[in-house]
C-alpha cells in the first residue's frame, strides 16, 4: 500500500481482556516497529522487526505484551489481560531497514481500557 | 530512557514569525530526525540529517545539526496556522538501525 496501515484506529476495552492490533507495513520495508505513546508523552520503542532476523524485544514492558511478524509483512501486537495502564496509542512504523532510513509511521491504534 | 530532549516543551508565536525548536542529546549518533504529530495520531517524517551534515533544508524548514554539542534544531519559517503540531526529533544511534530514541516533544502554536 501507499502507506503504514494500522487498524483499528480505535478501541475500547474492558480491563482484563486480550486485544490485538494490527500493521500492515509499506510494501517491500523490510523493517517494522511498534511504539507506544501516552497522552502528552513521547513515543516508548516496544519491539523491532528485520527481515529474518530475530526480533528486538527489548522495549516490551511485561509479558502481556507480544508480537509477530507473519511473512516478512503483517505485524501483529498481542496485549493480553489488559489493564488501564495499558491506555495509549499504538505506533507501527516501517522502513527499508538499514541505519539512516526514514522510518515511516501509521496512524496508529487509540487504545481505551475501562 | 529518553534520548533526544527537546527545548522548549512548549512555543506560542504569531503566524507569519518564525519558530525554533532545540533537541539535544546524549550518545553518538549515526542521523537524527524530525518528525510532525498532529493531535496525537500519526507522526509524519519531516526531514533526516546525518551525522556527516551540518545543515539540511526543505521548503520552509532548516534543520541544523551539532555533533560536537550533540544538538540539533529546527527553524520552519514564516510560521502558519497549519503548522501548530508537536515536533519530535528521534536519534538514530551508531552501529545500530534497530531503533529511533525520541524525545517528548515540542508544542508549537502558532495563532492566526
Known amino acids: 500500500g501507499a502507506g503504514v496501515s494500522q487498524s483499528p484506529s480505535n478501541k475500547v476495552t474492558e480491563k482484563g481482556k486480550d486485544v490485538e492490533l494490527r500493521c500492515d507495513p509499506i510494501s517491500g520495508h523490510t523493517a517494522l516497529y511498534w511504539y507506544r505513546q501516552s497522552l502528552g508523552q513521547g513515543l516508548e520503542f516496544l519491539i523491532y522487526?528485520?527481515?529474518?532476523?530475530?526480533?528486538?524485544k527489548s522495549g516490551l514492558p511485561s509479558d502481556r505484551f507480544s508480537a509477530e511478524r507473519t511473512g516478512g509483512s503483517v505485524s501483529t501486537l498481542t496485549i493480553q489481560r489488559t489493564q488501564q495502564e495499558d491506555s495509549a496509542v499504538y505506533l507501527c512504523?516501517?522502513?527499508?531497514?538499514?541505519?539512516?532510513?526514514?522510518?515511516?509511521f501509521g496512524e496508529g491504534s487509540w487504545l481505551t481500557v475501562v | 530512557s529518553q534520548q533526544g530532549e527537546e527545548d522548549p516543551q512548549a512555543l506560542s508565536i504569531q503566524e507569519g514569525e518564525n519558530a525554533t525548536m532545540n533537541c539535544s542529546y546524549k550518545t553518538s549518533i549515526n542521523n537524527l530526525q524530525w518528525y510532525r504529530q498532529n493531535s496525537g495520531r500519526g507522526l509524519v517524517h519531516l526531514i533526516l540529517i546525518r551525522s556527516n551534515e551540518r545543515e539540511k533544508h526543505s521548503g520552509r524548514l532548516r534543520v541544523t545539526l551539532d555533533t560536537s554539542k550533540k544538538s540539533s534544531s529546527l527553524l520552519i519559517t514564516a510560521s502558519r496556522a497549519a503548522d501548530t503540531a508537536s515536533y519530535f526529533c528521534a536519534t538514530g544511534a551508531s552501529g545500530s538501525a534497530r531503533q529511533l530514541t525520541f524525545g517528548s516533544g515540542t508544542q508549537l502554536t502558532v495563532l492566526p
Open positions: 512504523a516501517s522502513s527499508l531497514g538499514g541505519v539512516g532510513n526514514t522510518i515511516y
Open positions: 522487526f528485520q527481515g529474518n532476523s530475530a526480533p528486538d
